[in-house]
C-alpha cells in the first residue's frame, strides 16, 4: 500500500503562486510514477501533470503549461506542483496520484492511489 498525503492548498489571489507537495510512504518512491489532477465543484477529476520515475519526463494539462512545474525529490519521497500565475479556473481540489503501471498516463483510472487532496481557491 501507498499512503499520499498532501499540503500546500490555501486562498491566492489571481496572478499568485502556491506550491503543492505531496508526501509518500509505504512503498520505494523511486518506483512510483505520480501525477496530480484536481476536481472542480461539478466538474469530473482531470490530469494536470505527470512525471516519470527520475523525473526527466514530464506532461502538462494545456491549460496550465507554463504555469505550472511538477517535480520530483526521491530522496524527500515527495512530488511538488508549483502554480504561478494562478487564474480563478485554476480553482478546485488538487489531488496527488501513483502508479506502479509501467506507463505514464493522463487517465485518471490507471492510478492506483490517492491522496485526500488540497483546497486551492483562487479569488479575482
Known amino acids: 500500500q501507498v499512503q499520499l498525503v498532501e499540503s500546500g492548498g490555501g486562498l491566492v489571489q489571481a496572478g499568485g503562486s502556491l506550491r503543492l507537495s505531496c508526501a509518500a510512504s509505504?512503498?520505494?518512491?523511486?518506483?512510483?510514477?505520480m501525477g496530480w489532477f484536481r476536481q472542480a465543484p461539478g466538474k469530473e477529476r482531470e490530469f494536470v501533470a505527470y512525471?516519470?520515475?527520475?523525473?526527466?519526463?514530464?506532461n502538462y494539462l494545456d491549460s496550465v503549461k507554463g504555469r505550472f512545474t511538477i517535480s520530483r525529490d526521491n530522496a524527500k519521497n515527495t512530488v511538488y506542483l508549483q502554480m504561478n500565475s494562478l487564474k480563478p479556473e485554476d480553482t478546485a481540489v488538487y489531488y496527488c496520484?501513483?502508479?506502479?503501471?509501467?506507463?505514464?498516463?493522463?487517465?485518471?483510472?490507471?492510478?492506483?492511489?490517492w491522496g485526500q487532496g488540497t483546497q486551492v481557491t483562487v479569488s479575482s
Open positions: 496520484a501513483a502508479t506502479t503501471k509501467v506507463i505514464l498516463s493522463t487517465d485518471r483510472n490507471e492510478y492506483d492511489y
Open positions: 509505504g512503498r520505494t518512491f523511486s518506483s512510483l510514477r
Open positions: 512525471i516519470s520515475r527520475s523525473g526527466v519526463i514530464t
